[in-house]
């Protein structure tokens, strides 16, 4: 498995990604409109070239043999009131496809963000997992986050409770 970072070239494979995983995650906890609506508003190819054209924003791709098989998505610049670190970084998404999800692409993306928390000289790194998704609590549970507080995510036109979790490197 290589790690790479994405590129504007990236684009429509990244939009199709995201939204087959995000799809199949969590389409049967919610309704099919409120799926549909996030889908729309988070995973265009537009919106995944101007993230790729953001310098704030990194993908990290997980591949093999040059298929994508998971990415991490980070935040440079992304902050939570509850975060306690000084300096840190956002994890917005770790994704894998779904053939890959225990195979290890989860903790080779967990690895890479940390890494590049570390030379960004970041002492914590946080992001958002939703309420109901015990599975990905756990793994982040076991990467040493702790959870600091909640906030809403809005899936469509519902609003959910996201535990914010952070690590800190220090």
């Not at 409120?34 to 729309?40: A, G, M, P, Y």
Request: hydrophobic share 40%.
């Amino acid at each position: 498995m290589d790690i790479r970072y994405g590129t504007i070239d990236d684009a429509k494979m990244l939009a199709e990604f995201g939204a087959n995983a995000f799809y199949d995650s969590f389409a049967k906890d919610n309704t099919e409109e409120n799926i549909r609506l996030f889908l729309e508003s988070k995973y265009s190819t537009e919106l995944q070239r101007k993230e790729l054209s953001d310098p704030n924003v990194l993908f990290l791709i997980a591949e093999i043999e040059d298929e994508m098989i998971g990415y991490a998505k980070i935040n440079l610049n992304s902050r939570d009131h509850s975060v306690q670190g000084e300096k840190s970084i956002e994890i917005e998404r770790v994704y894998a496809a779904k053939e890959f999800i225990g195979k290890g692409v989860g903790k080779e993306l967990m690895l890479a963000c940390i890494d590049e928390a570390k030379k960004r000289d970041c002492d914590s790194i946080w992001l958002g997992v939703w309420e109901k998704n015990p599975r990905a609590i756990e793994f982040y549970k076991k990467w040493g986050f702790n959870e600091i507080g909640t906030h809403v995510f809005n899936l469509g036109n519902d609003p959910q409770k996201d535990y914010i979790m952070e690590l800190r490197l220090t």
